[in-house]
């Protein structure tokens, strides 16, 4: 393509639909390039209950993910369904570049994310938000009062296992080790939370149920030993969180732009190392990653962007 845009946002979740808005609105020529669905993550979620401006009842991933999409249209933003498999990104015109395409733009927007990752077991996709999840500040309420299981023992394992005592009547974290790996001083407040019990040396091997979670079956490590559990009759599930890390999408650009651990360093404004190149959403280095933090980044990465342009 011989065309030089403005603007070319990679990634179309919440920050880059949120980029394209306020680039297009802004009159800079933009792309959209989306290798899958738009929405990324939050496609997936039946139930959305914190985005401000939502629905109040009713609002799913893909219903807001829908009126993103046809916003950042509305203001112009073009769209490709590709694989980016290189980039250029030195110099004032950016090459993106696909099996057959070639992209160029005077800015690029980063906005691939990032993506929970996989308990491992059988039938985890089967019940993703039906009982799987990977986020509890999204979904705890959905489990107030249930019982919920928590995977994993890092710090952020821990962190959200307690946050989830606050609704539900009962947490219990399995870790495949007999010892937490988080933080000693959350560990502390971990032992003292009496809504709080840990299955040690285990992993999940199974799910199952019905529409919904019901079921589970786990793994001693050391033993080989296998225990069902099974729902409460009364309550008809229950909830499992996987929190063993998650693997950012920044593979391509790995020797060019600063990270940790995966993740793009920015600044406030959103600026990578790169002049011209910004990142925006789960795919940076932050503490909250949420659909409103992503929309938010994707605004300031936009302005930014117009602004380099400008100068």
Request: glycine residues 10%; contains cysteine; hydrophobic residues 40%.
């Amino acid at each position: 393509m011989d065309k030089i845009y403005d603007v070319i946002v990679l990634g179309a979740g919440p920050a880059g639909l949120a980029a394209g808005l306020y680039a297009g609105r802004s009159c800079l020529s933009t792309l959209i390039i989306e290798k899958g669905k738009d929405g990324g993550q939050i496609a997936i979620t039946d139930e959305i209950e914190n985005y401000p401006g939502q629905i109040v009842e009713g609002e799913s991933g893909p219903s807001l993910i829908a009126r993103m999409t046809e916003q950042a249209k509305k203001f112009g933003a073009e769209r490709a369904t590709d694989t980016i498999i290189s980039v250029e990104l030195q110099g004032d015109v950016k090459v993106l570049k696909s099996a057959k395409n070639e992209y160029k733009a005077k800015a690029v927007i980063i906005a691939t994310g990032a993506f929970p990752k996989p308990i491992g077991c059988e039938n985890e996709a089967k019940f993703m938000g039906k009982g799987v999840s990977f986020c509890a500040t999204c979904d705890a309420n959905f489990f107030e009062d249930f019982e919920v299981f928590v995977v994993g023992g890092g710090d952020s394992a821990v962190e959200e296992a307690m946050y989830l005592t606050k609704f539900a009547r009962k947490v219990t974290i399995i870790h495949r080790r007999d010892e937490l790996r988080a933080a000693k001083s959350i560990q502390e407040k971990a032992f003292k939370n009496p809504k709080l019990h840990f299955m040690w040396d285990s992993v999940v091997q199974s799910l199952d149920g019905d529409e919904l979670l019901s079921k589970m079956v786990v793994k001693n490590v050391k033993t080989g030993e296998l225990t069902t559990i099974e729902a409460d009759p009364d309550d008809g599930l229950f909830g499992v969180f996987g929190f063993i890390g998650y693997n950012p999408r920044s593979e391509l650009f790995e020797g060019m732009l600063d990270m940790d651990h995966g993740y793009i360093k920015t600044d406030d404004n959103m600026h990578t190392n790169i002049p011209g190149v910004f990142a925006a959403g789960d795919i940076r280095v932050k503490s909250l990653r949420q659909v409103v933090t992503a929309a938010a980044d994707g605004a300031i990465a936009a302005m930014q962007a117009e602004k380099y342009i400008n100068e």
